[in-house]
């Protein structure tokens, strides 16, 4: 087999990734169900979205930038093997790997109940009471993941003609809510809730609290988490040192703005005094909360629109995570096998079934955690340290390996990396204090629904792994120093 990958994903197909593993469970649910897991943020939730943003820029400049030096597969893990250390590239891309890959598991386990709101509003109430119970909706979630994967394994072609309709279709979609959100009020959602349901709700002022809003603006980053999956599949994209950085800048302020739009246009309509009293009792989304105020068939599109969304994100994350595992094994930090190519299809297929296989294991522990921010709160902590590290990179590269600096293409004045890698440096770090001391001091139940230690858990495992590795290779007689100053072929 041809241990190599092809150059196939063009500009549209990589701004796709991005945006498909950004927008979804980051629109859709998150911004609503924030009003539970941060009580009191009321009213706020978009200047937090807004600030978030900050950090996430700072982020987005150290990956377009990286990228241009090394564009291959593996992305966050190459940067910082090269710019750093090996060790601190293979721990922080693990629990990267570990923390998008249970967030996988989450998004197919969560878009159950999209479906179920869906033949709801169909009055399909016996299919929709199917959907409950719960091994069918383990089940079905499983299937998504394994579907996805197969779509991947199949090859990048049918992985953009699968991807990018229905991106188009999402955000035609999308648009709906937008033009909805926007022509309708909280007077009118208020009358509407009164004719449905026969209630009321008070519409109380909420005070501003520092503490409350820099917890959400930490939650909220994970929004823009998904631009990173551009720069994993660096070893794919054509033309890379032109269009990685391209399509990082498309996906982040198309979706940036997108998001905005989208999130104002809800609580135009809806008040975040009903959202948050409903997300204390269940799991709600967009297409749930405007409901009350929508004609059937608007109501139903929108409901599609938001299982499309969350479906475009299973596609685009595990091109993502697989890429990780390829590039481990291809340097030499995980088994060999894992770097095996499909002779006909061109793709890394035994580190997509890896990935698959973790991912499934975040569905089981959806279901028995019964709480997905578990895995989003695991997802942000491996981010917020990849992306801190990816600052890092940014910074140390000239000093550490002057001679990849010197193929960086994009933004080269050395004064101006200079600042953007302080301020994410400060801005990533901050929001990483932020969310650990938000996790620690959460009340739960048993230590494992602290997703601090399961980060900790992951990393100590990770260590092992590595330091195994490491070992066999220099006793193989690999020159370490040299492999990991090179790129691979």
């Known amino acids: 087999m041809e241990n190599h990958l092809k150059r196939q994903l063009g500009l549209l197909g990589l701004a796709a990734t991005g945006i498909c593993s950004m927008i979804g469970a980051s629109i859709y649910v998150v911004p609503f169900m924030i009003q539970r897991n941060v009580p009191g943020i009321g009213p706020y939730v978009i200047p937090a979205f807004l600030f978030a943003a900050i950090p996430a820029l700072l982020a987005a400049f150290a990956y377009a930038i990286l990228s241009t030096a090394m564009p291959r597969a593996g992305g966050s893990y190459l940067y910082a093997s090269r710019s750093l250390h090996p060790y601190l590239g293979f721990i922080a891309s693990f ?46 979630a499983l299937f998504l993941i394994w579907f996805f994967t197969l779509i991947n394994i199949r090859g990048l072609k049918f992985y953009e003609r699968t991807l990018i309709p229905l991106m188009l279709l999402m955000f035609a979609l999308g648009a709906v809510v937008i033009f909805s959100g926007l022509s309708f009020d909280h007077q009118d959602f208020l009358q509407a809730l009164s004719e449905k349901e026969n209630r009321s709700i008070s519409l109380i002022d909420a005070e501003f609290s520092w503490g409350t809003f820099l917890t959400a603006a930490a939650l909220l980053f994970s929004s823009f988490i998904g631009f990173d999956s551009i720069a994993q599949a660096g070893g794919e994209a054509k033309n890379p040192s032109k269009n990685l950085p391209k399509a990082i800048a498309l996906a982040i302020l198309g979706v940036g703005i997108f998001y905005i739009a989208f999130t104002y246009a809800v609580y135009h309509t809806v008040p975040w005094q009903f959202v948050a009293e409903e997300a204390l009792q269940k799991d709600i989304s967009a297409a749930g909360v405007l409901s009350y105020v929508l004609n059937p068939t608007v109501g139903i599109l929108i409901l599609a629109g938001a299982a499309i969304a969350l479906l475009n994100d299973l596609p685009a994350m595990i091109l993502s995570v697989s890429r990780l595992v390829f590039s481990w094994a291809e340097d030499g930090i995980f088994p060999n096998k894992l770097s095996l190519i499909h002779s006909q299809f061109q793709t890394p297929y035994a580190a997509l079934i890896l990935s698959g296989i973790m991912a499934s294991i975040g569905v089981l522990g959806s279901h028995f955690a019964g709480d997905f921010f578990l895995g989003i709160d695991i997802m942000v902590t491996s981010m917020l340290i990849n992306f801190l590290l990816m600052s890092c990179s940014l910074f140390f590269l000239p000093f550490r390996n002057p001679t990849l600096a010197g193929e960086i293409k994009t933004i ?35 230590w494992y629904f602290h997703s601090t230690w399961v980060y900790l858990l992951v990393l100590l495992i990770a260590s092992l792994l590595f330091f195994y590795q490491w070992a066999q290779l220099k006793k193989s007689g690999v020159d370490v120093a040299k492999r990991f100053s090179e790129l691979p072929d």
Not at 95 to 112: D, E, N, P, R
Not at 118 to 136: C, D, K, R
Not at 427 to 442: E, G, P, R, V, Y
């Open 95 to 140: 629990s990267q790997w570990f923390g998008l890959s249970i967030v996988i598991g989450v998004i197919a386990y969560v878009v159950i109940p999209f479906f179920r709101d869906v033949v709801l509003a169909l009055a399909w109430t016996s299919v929709a009471g199917f959907l409950e119970i719960g091994i069918v909706r383990v089940s079905l």
């Open 412 to 446: 080269k004045n050395r004064k101006f990396q200079r600042i953007l890698a302080i301020l994410g440096m400060l801005f990533l770090a901050t929001f990483l204090i932020i969310h650990i001391s938000k996790d620690l001091n959460a009340q739960v139940s048993d």
